[in-house]
């Protein structure tokens, strides 16, 4: 009876979040209206998270809020208890899941894990053709001179992540990409020990993030978008998100 109301509580304080964001925005973003079908279920109680990332994780218009919809469920449990935690620092995330268990961040992970919805259309790059080729040799090859591994020797070679910690990179956008792997560089952005992410982007300049970030925008989804299993590579550097 209390997990019920606790639930049911923590459901209006998203709805009144929701609306209140919503209604700052002129107009409203059609893939984030909140519309779900029972009141008590993990559908209902994810309208917190719908004004940014969409009605079904798919993202929105706004470039610095990703797809979330069919990460693996371990990454996007561990985002959730750093923003908790306060090791990610993200003002309205931080404010959202201050009070949630670990119980309950798995649960709303597992819920968004398992979401498909459609994948945004590609966003061409803005970069001239020596750009793109730097890109495309940081995604499939990497850069051994400056010990920087291929982003595919740990995203996947669909670049859609690996189960249960690495993320899915395809269906980014550009922007948000670029933000994210300056504040990896940069140190704002952490992750558990080793700390592989932040030992590979502090190796990485300017440009080769802006054509990281170009080349993966323009890139099209796979007609599978799962995670793939568990060590379908060999990861070329020990990595905290995968133990």
Excluded at 79 to 97: C, E, I, K
Aim: aromatic residues 6%.
């Amino acid at each position: 009876m209390h997990r019920t109301r606790s639930r049911l509580e923590l459901t209006a304080a998203a709805l009144v979040f929701v609306a209140g964001a919503a209604a700052a925005q002129t107009p409203a973003d059609p893939a984030a209206v909140p519309a779900f079908r029972k009141l008590d279920s993990m559908e209902a109680r994810a309208q917190g998270c719908v004004t940014c990332h969409g009605q079904q994780g798919q993202g929105t218009s706004n470039d610095y809020f990703p797809r979330i919809a069919g990460k693996p469920a371990g990454y996007l449990y561990n985002q959730l208890r750093a923003f908790r935690d306060g090791s990610r620092r993200y003002a309205p995330m931080n404010y959202l899941v201050a009070y949630l268990s670990d119980d309950y961040l798995k649960e709303l992970a597992e819920y968004y894990a398992a979401l498909r919805p459609p994948f945004a259309p590609p966003q061409p790059a803005a970069l001239p053709p020596q750009g793109i080729e730097r890109g495309r040799t940081l995604l499939q090859d990497g850069d051994a001179s400056r010990q920087i591994p291929a982003c595919m020797a740990c995203h996947g070679p669909k670049l859609t992540g690996m189960v249960p910690g690495i993320p899915g990179l395809v269906g980014l956008r550009p922007n948000y990409i670029a933000a994210q792997l300056t504040r990896w560089r940069t140190g704002e952005r952490r992750a558990a020990a080793p700390d592989c992410m932040q030992r590979i982007a502090s190796r990485l300049g300017d440009n080769d993030i802006q054509a990281v970030a170009a080349y993966l925008g323009a890139m099209a989804a796979p007609s599978d978008p799962a995670p793939d299993p568990r060590d379908i590579v060999r990861m070329p550097v020990a990595c905290g998100s995968q133990q």
